[in-house]
């Protein structure tokens, strides 16, 4: 008999269409069978719509409980579809009849509302876990209280690790008269008198990722004998591959993996391959008298099994390369700590606004910390090579020569687009990435000015990035790229050519040594003029005495340069 028809046949008769149970169970995967397969038991396909409609605190339970079922009941058993996104849910409700579903309050409403889940069929709704569920704030209730209110026939499944008030009220509304139904009872061994429980350590990991852990808790505990608890027979089978790749045979008696108890058998470590659900189970091991015991663990499953432990539970830091790796970003964790607890840093925060449109805060933050870490490297660099340094650096007061502030290995480039011109270097930055095709990490600093931009990239990249980039149109500029050494000479041969040597002009010959010249005051006129009155009337002409035409009547008696008058300049020759 299969685990699944087990806990059926204990199911039979549990509860009907509109009868209300409350399961007190710990949040565990293992728990999910317990309360949610007479429910599935009891769906008809034949009848179609949406029959069972499981509430969860978060996407991660619903993702838990589908993968529960689905190991138990098989590709031919009754699946749970979890509701990650209610977009994308709803594309399955009109493809395909959903029997079962599972998603938080909000997800949930959400599709009833947009009448893609058809609440006149279920049958049953089960909370799972009510407490956590209620813990969630106002707007998660609210939800609850909606899907519950809809749903006055059907059966109400209300799973909670402890009968709180606030679970007790939520009872009392909607679920009055329901049958209790708790964990199986189980006696508690005794703990022998000349042995104390050693504190409990626990390893988190994903779901699916226990024969990962259980791997390199070996590689790293390695225990002389262990014992691998495993409390149904898909994870005993899952653990024991994993102890065939490691090279332990099923005889090996140094590590075995068992389905429930330890036994009396003396052994150095218990690993739990999945966490205990009663305190029996966690007590019984003590016959064995392990030196150590870890239990590996979901996130969601720590508070249950600190609770079981009565705080006696303590988290085990694996070594190897993940520990190390972890100890390196210690330290840039601390600095981030201590920046935001001096509070918000405000213009960081208006600057990084408009990306949030566009990317994830975790995707920002990653981002900066890729920089702040090139950042580091350019400068332990620096600090190794104390002579190369002080070689980039220009002498005291002397002009920086061009590519001298560049870091080692970048060579600068010059743009021919500044902040004038609308550009950020955001835009710089993407259009040498995406133009240039460089990745971002080969991309160093970006001196944005008025009117131009200073861009080191590697030495090997340069004369790809000159290459496609010129001459693309950057805010609807285009945009001229060059080496900032190729650029400095040509505005140096553009001035020279602008501005030739005075030494090659010659003196002119008409103008003698300063010395012999006049005063200004005496070759302040032209020396062949005489007095003002001396001179002839403009009327006159150098041909004759020829009359004026007559003036028009309005006109101005100045003759034009169109007439016969030649110009004032000409008559003064004259």
């Not at 539970?313 to 001096?342: F, I, K, Y």
């Given at each position: ?527 062949d003029r005489g007095p003002r009155g001396d001179r002839p009337d403009r009327g006159a002409r150098p041909g004759g005495d020829r009359p004026r035409p007559p003036r028009r009547p309005g006109s101005s008696d100045r003759p034009t340069r169109g007439g016969g008058s030649p110009p004032r300049r000409d008559r003064d020759r004259s």
């Amino acid at each position: 008999m299969s685990e699944l028809q087990e806990v059926e046949e204990r199911a039979t008769g549990q509860a009907g269409r509109g009868q209300s149970l409350v399961y007190t169970l710990p949040h565990t995967t293992e728990s999910i069978a317990e309360f949610l397969t007479p429910a599935l038991a009891r769906t008809d396909p034949s009848a179609g719509g949406t029959q069972v409609v499981v509430v969860t605190r978060d996407t991660e339970t619903a993702l838990a409980i589908s993968e529960a079922i689905l190991r138990l009941s098989g590709p031919a058993g009754i699946e749970v579809v979890p509701v990650s996104s209610a977009a994308r849910a709803g594309r399955i409700f009109k493809t395909r009849p959903v029997l079962a579903v599972a998603g938080t309050a909000a997800e949930l409403l959400e599709l009833v509302r947009a009448s893609l889940l058809k609440l006149d069929t279920v049958r049953t709704i089960a909370l799972a876990w009510a407490d956590d569920i209620l813990q969630e704030g106002p707007d998660t209730v609210a939800a609850l209280e909606g899907l519950l209110g809809e749903l006055s026939e059907a059966g109400r499944v209300i799973v909670a690790r402890k009968l709180t008030p606030a679970v007790e009220n939520l009872v009392e509304r909607y679920a009055r008269r329901a049958r209790r139904v708790g964990p199986a009872d189980m006696e508690i061994p005794q703990i022998p008198a000349d042995y104390e429980m050693p504190i409990i350590k626990f390893v988190t990991v994903a779901g699916s990722g226990r024969a990962s852990a259980l791997r390199r808790l070996l590689d790293d505990l390695d225990p002389p004998s262990a014992v691998v608890v495993a409390r149904d027979e898909a994870a005993a089978d899952e653990a024991s591959r994993t102890l065939k790749t490691l090279g332990y045979h099923e005889d090996d008696e140094s590590i075995t993996v068992t389905r429930g108890y330890v036994g009396s058998v003396a052994t150095h470590t218990v690993i739990f391959y999945q966490p205990p659900v009663l305190p029996a189970e966690l007590h019984q091991i003590a016959q064995a008298k392990p030196v150590q015991v870890v239990v590996i663990a979901a996130p969601g499953e720590v508070p249950w099994l600190r609770e079981l432990a009565s705080g006696r539970l303590a988290p085990l830091n694996l070594h190897g390369p993940d520990r190390r790796a972890h100890d390196r970003e210690e330290s840039v964790r601390q600095e981030l700590r201590a920046v935001l607890a001096r509070g918000l840093p405000t213009r960081e925060v208006i600057s990084l606004e408009p990306l949030l449109r566009e990317f994830d805060g975790t995707e920002l933050a990653a981002a900066a910390l890729l920089l702040l870490e090139r950042e580091r490297a350019q400068r332990r660099a620096a600090e190794a090579n104390p002579a190369t340094a002080a070689k980039a650096r220009p002498a005291e007061g002397e002009r920086p020569r061009a590519g001298a502030g560049a870091t080692a290995g970048m060579t600068r480039l010059f743009m021919t687009i500044g902040t004038r011109d609308g550009v950020k270097v955001g835009d710089i930055m993407g259009i040498i990435a995406g133009e240039g095709g460089i990745a971002g990490d080969r991309v160093g600093k970006i001196d944005l000015q008025e009117s131009h931009a200073l861009v080191e990239v590697a030495e090997a990249d340069a004369a790809g990035v000159i290459a496609r980039v010129n001459g693309q149109m950057i805010k609807g500029r285009r945009v001229v790229v060059r080496g900032e050494r190729d650029r400095e000479d040509r505005e140096r041969a553009g001035a020279s050519k602008d501005r030739p040597d005075r030494g090659a002009r010659g003196e002119r010959p008409d103008r003698g040594p300063r010395s012999d010249r006049p005063e200004r005051s005496a070759r302040s006129g032209p020396p062949d003029r005489g007095p003002r009155g001396d001179r002839p009337d403009r009327g006159a002409r150098p041909g004759g005495d020829r009359p004026r035409p007559p003036r028009r009547p309005g006109s101005s008696d100045r003759p034009t340069r169109g007439g016969g008058s030649p110009p004032r300049r000409d008559r003064d020759r004259s």
